[in-house]
């Protein structure tokens, strides 16, 4: 437990301080568009958490993610740090999950931010004269399951990807076009299924489905990344 708590600190002072003042943008910015200026302009209707609105708090952290996640292991080898990180005792298995900790909750803690923000704004702004929550909270708290669950995904697939590529430049082509691939596969599922049998679903029930699908995809990500991250295998390339 403690090379797992070590490897977080040690990822949280890169995500937050790596790159300056520019590493501070990223995040400020998301949350900018995310918490202030989409339920400003939506009003009231954004504590509605219309399909639209669902979408954007599950894209934005998904989207932050593919951003730099392939720096995560290629860039640790193109800066020769990987080298050092691998000559510690710290155990394989803490050094992969404590990077996928880190950044999952990272992304994640943006979409709560921003959701909660938004929740704030809205009410102050809106003139209502009484303080209105979310309007149906199951679909608030699978917005935010479902915000954690696409968060492991894009950092799942974005370890695994920079696990097996020689430069960040590499990881994060492949995943570009794995990020189009998996809309477009997403996409095309979707109109696969017989209209008959979505308009058969309720909201919750669709987003429910979603969460179970995204979950296997973790669970497969995650467990071929752990049982890819081996030693010996990473110092030899």
Same mark, same amino acid.
Request: aromatic content about 8%; overall charge neutral.
């Given at each position: 437990?403690?090379?797992?708590? +070590?490897?977080?600190?040690?990822?949280?002072?890169?995500?937050?301080?790596?790159?300056?003042?520019?590493?501070?943008?990223?995040?400020?910015?998301?949350?900018? &568009?995310?918490?202030?200026?989409?339920?400003?302009?939506?009003?009231?209707?954004?504590? %509605?958490?219309?399909? /639209?609105?669902?979408?954007?708090?599950?894209?934005?952290?998904?989207?932050? *993610? #593919?951003?730099?996640?392939?720096?995560?292991?290629?860039? %640790?080898? %193109? =800066?020769?740090?990987?080298?050092?990180?691998?000559?510690? =005792? /710290?155990?394989? =298995?803490? &050094?992969?999950?404590?990077?996928? &900790? +880190? +950044?999952?909750?990272?992304?994640?803690?943006?979409?709560?931010?921003?959701?909660?923000?938004?929740?704030?704004? !809205?009410?102050?702004?809106?003139?209502?004269?009484?303080?209105?929550?979310?309007?149906?909270?199951?679909?608030?708290?699978?917005?935010?399951?479902?915000?954690?669950?696409?968060?492991?995904?894009? !950092?799942?697939?974005?370890?695994?990807?920079?696990?097996?590529?020689?430069?960040? =430049?590499?990881?994060?082509? /492949?995943?570009?076009?794995?990020?189009?691939?998996?809309?477009?596969?997403?996409?095309?599922?979707?109109?696969?299924?017989?209209?008959?049998? *979505?308009?058969?679903?309720? +909201?919750?029930?669709?987003?429910?489905?979603?969460?179970?699908? #995204?979950?296997?995809?973790?669970? &497969?990500?995650?467990? !071929?990344?752990?049982?890819?991250?081996?030693?010996?295998?990473?110092?030899?390339?």
């Amino acid at each position: 437990m403690n090379d797992l708590w +070590t490897m977080m600190w040690k990822e949280s002072k890169d995500l937050l301080f790596q790159g300056g003042w520019r590493a501070l943008i990223r995040p400020v910015l998301l949350v900018g &568009i995310l918490g202030v200026y989409l339920p400003l302009q939506s009003g009231l209707q954004w504590l %509605e958490l219309s399909p /639209i609105e669902m979408f954007v708090v599950l894209w934005i952290p998904f989207f932050v *993610i #593919i951003t730099f996640i392939g720096d995560a292991i290629a860039g %640790e080898r %193109e =800066r020769h740090t990987l080298e050092t990180l691998l000559a510690s =005792r /710290i155990s394989d =298995r803490a &050094i992969l999950l404590g990077k996928v &900790i +880190t +950044t999952v909750g990272y992304a994640w803690g943006m979409a709560l931010v921003g959701l909660l923000l938004g929740l704030v704004l !809205v009410n102050l702004f809106s003139g209502h004269g009484s303080w209105a929550f979310y309007t149906h909270v199951d679909l608030l708290l699978e917005a935010l399951a479902l915000s954690l669950l696409t968060s492991l995904l894009g !950092v799942s697939g974005g370890v695994l990807i920079s696990l097996r590529s020689a430069t960040v =430049r590499q990881a994060q082509q /492949i995943l570009s076009v794995g990020t189009l691939v998996l809309v477009g596969g997403g996409f095309l599922a979707l109109k696969a299924v017989p209209a008959q049998a *979505i308009s058969s679903l309720s +909201t919750s029930q669709i987003w429910l489905i979603a969460m179970a699908v #995204i979950a296997v995809l973790d669970a &497969i990500l995650l467990g !071929v990344s752990l049982v890819s991250f081996q030693r010996s295998r990473l110092i030899l390339s």
